[in-house]
């Protein structure tokens, strides 16, 4: 690859006009951005992604990753519905399914409340016996005992089912948990929008045109939320193109989106791993680096270290992400098909990761607040990405 980059872009490199419409801060185009995940100049997509990044952030941020000191909360694990890649909530044990009590939950959050958690991170499985009421039941009652935890709850998938349970629409449902204290929106759910993967996998819940319409309505009554993209289930590169595209075009639209996540399929006590190709870790980093260059619309982009891993999470940050997520005290999705991260990492420690990656931990709230920069300064590099790579 060439190593120069300066706004000159040498014109005889093949992704040299996508660079230039980068530096020139214009908006990418779907061919485009499939040419980049064509592309194997992996260090000159990660490069763009990291200007992207520092250009978002804006000055004096350009350095700053965020973290946030958290706990997942799953309720139930028991789904009426079979999407083939979930072991979390796997049909063949539904037998050994749970449900929590209102007051077992209380608990569970209690537990991470006493290590000085301030947000619950609270998705679960689509399960009849845990209707409007048992939901307003938690958040009020959590809200109740613990005010200052922010509750990030229910993807569009639990709003869609809540809705139909309760004959109510998205709306109302999302009205009356709001009512009862939630505070915004995870990003679960999307899988991948296409639906020739979405029949593959068996996903019949909230096609696409569901899944933006209730993160449309959230985001016009005011509450923040994220968005997901499931890679590594039988998708091709234009399939995840097009899926950042239909969010890129939401988010034009209601501009509630705070953060997009890529995720990584793991295998264990499912029976796809034949029918798909695993992402590779160069995939992993173009997910990352690519979804920083096309959503230029979104202002995070996380490094989702329960299934990247830590190493590689870390990499991360030098192709666009800017969030590392949590100290998530316990995480069951990834963990039930087979993620070997750790199950939790002490706030210290996860200060560590970033600043020795060459970023300045910050630690955020839920909205990206700042509540703290760290007094853990890497070696800080000010210089923009195109200046250091000129003077080589
Ligand atoms: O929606 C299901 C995925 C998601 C598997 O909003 C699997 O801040 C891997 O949405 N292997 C839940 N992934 C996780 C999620 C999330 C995570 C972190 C932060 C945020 C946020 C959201 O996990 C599900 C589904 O797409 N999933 N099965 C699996 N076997
Ligand atoms: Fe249910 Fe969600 Fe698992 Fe699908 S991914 S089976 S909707 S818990």
Known sequence: MSLVIDKTVPQHHPLADIAKKVFDGE??????AIRLYQSDDLALIGMLGEHARRVKAGPGRENYVYFIHNMHLNPTNFCVETCRFCSYANPTER????TWTVDRVLEEAGKGVALGIYEIHMVGGLNPACDLAYYEEILTQVKAKYPQVHLKAFTAVEIEYLANLEGL??????????KAGLGSMPGGGAEIFDEGVRER?????????IWLEIHGIAHQMGLK????MLTGISETVENKVDHMLLLREQQDKTGGFQCFIPLKCYYDGTNIKDEVTEPSNVDLLKD???SRLVLDNFDHIKAYWIQLGVELAQLALSFGADDMDGTILEEKITHAAGAQ???????????QLIA???????????IYNIKRVSELAPALIEEPIETRLARL
């Open 288 to 290: 990352v680096a690519i």
């Open 341 to 351: 991260s750790p199950l939790k990492l002490a706030q210290d420690k996860m200060e």
């Open 201 to 209: 996998m068996a996903v019949s819940k909230t096609p696409a045109p």
């Open 27 to 32: 908006r990418l185009s779907r061919e485009e």
């Open 95 to 98: 037998e050994k399914a749970y």
């Open 225 to 228: 939320t994220n968005a997901t």
């Open 356 to 366: 020795s990656s060459g970023y300045q931990p910050v630690e955020r709230d839920t």
């Open 169 to 178: 629409t998205y709306g109302e449902v999302l009205e009356r948990l709001v």
